[in-house]
Nanobody, 125 residues
């Protein structure tokens, strides 16, 4: 069993920045592919970013490419999402997720095994 706990959400003005963190339990964090997803009211959960086990490869949704950066610290069992140049359309609950089964990074919600409780990000115009 893996527990994921997100933090760092909040209210920010458009153009501002936030850094989300996700702390994972367990001693095999480095064997998980990690992803960030978000869900806005009335919308389906969508892929934001993902990172492979070593942290050497990252993947982004087109909507956040160039503004967001995912990283991980395997020694601290933590994955981060640095969000810059935030827009009102980035407002959502952000979730981190762990994929324990695959070597290849997936952008699909269904491919991830464990989820955090989510952290709210609100961007005002």
């Amino acid at each position: 069993q893996v527990q994921l706990v997100e933090s760092g959400g909040g209210l920010v003005q458009a153009g501002g920045s936030l850094r989300l963190s996700c702390a994972a339990s367990g001693r095999t964090f480095s064997s998980y592919v990690m992803g960030w997803f978000r869900q806005a009211p009335g919308k389906e959960r969508e892929f934001v970013a993902a990172i492979n086990r070593s942290g050497g490869r990252t993947y982004y949704a087109d909507s956040v490419k160039g503004r967001f950066a995912i990283s991980r610290d395997n020694a601290k069992n933590t994955v981060y999402l640095q969000m810059n140049s935030l827009k009102p359309e980035d407002t959502a609950v952000y979730y981190c997720a762990a994929d324990m089964r695959r070597l290849v990074v997936s952008t699909a919600v269904a491919e991830y095994d464990y989820w955090g409780q989510g952290t709210q990000v609100t961007v005002s115009s």
